[in-house]
Each structure stands twice: as C-alpha cells, then as structure tokens.
C-alpha cells in the first residue's frame, strides 16, 4: 500500500473477477506530517484509492514523493499592535 489504509474496505465482482478496494492515505491531522519512503529516496503523503483483484499479480508502482516546499517570503515588520492582533486571531481560532 506504500501507506495507511483509512477506510473499511469494500469488494465487488466484475464480469465473474472479485475486487477488494479501499482508501489509502493519512487522515486528520498526521496527514500534515506523516509520511512514509519511497525507493527514490522522497517520502509520499499522498492519498489514493486502492483496488485489488483477488488473484492478481500486479505491483504497485513506486510511490512519488511530495513537491517541495516553496521558500517562505521574506520577513515582515510587525508592530506591537498587529502582533497582538495575531496572537488573538491564533488563540480564538487555532489555539484550543
């Protein structure tokens, strides 16, 4: 799966073949943080739905790793003022 399942899988048959098929990813928030190796080297944290043929001989293909991270802008002054504003902002809406 090359990552967790979040989801209770379901099967189904097409034209006589049984298929077991589920979501694959990370939920919630480990999702902003956890992720799992590639063969290349990168680590993936993408979601996908996953689907498997009762008999199948099929492999998944490596798993690709994430885009990078854009550099942040620079800095910004930030008088006392806006400052406070932007502690009240987190602590109303992201602090608890």
């Given at each position: 799966?090359?990552?967790?399942?979040?989801?209770?899988?379901?099967?189904?048959?097409?034209?006589?073949?049984?298929?077991?098929?589920?979501?694959?990813?990370?939920?919630?928030?480990?999702?902003?943080?956890?992720?799992v190796p590639?063969?290349?080297?990168?680590?993936?944290?993408?979601?996908?739905?996953?689907?498997?043929?009762?008999?199948?001989?099929?492999?998944?293909?490596?798993?690709?790793?994430p885009e990078?991270?854009?550099?942040?802008?620079?800095?910004?002054?930030?008088?006392?003022?806006?400052?406070?504003?932007?502690?009240?902002?987190?602590?109303?809406?992201?602090?608890?």
């Amino acid at each position: 799966m090359q990552m967790g399942a979040i989801a209770a899988p379901i099967t189904y048959e097409v034209n006589g073949e049984q298929y077991i098929a589920f979501m694959a990813g990370w939920a919630g928030a480990p999702g902003l943080y956890v992720t799992v190796p590639c063969a290349d080297g990168k680590r993936a944290s993408t979601g996908r739905i996953l689907a498997y043929k009762l008999g199948g001989d099929a492999k998944l293909p490596p798993a690709s790793g994430p885009e990078p991270i854009p550099e942040p802008p620079p800095r910004q002054p930030m008088g006392e003022a806006k400052f406070a504003q932007a502690g009240a902002l987190f602590a109303r809406h992201c602090g608890f």
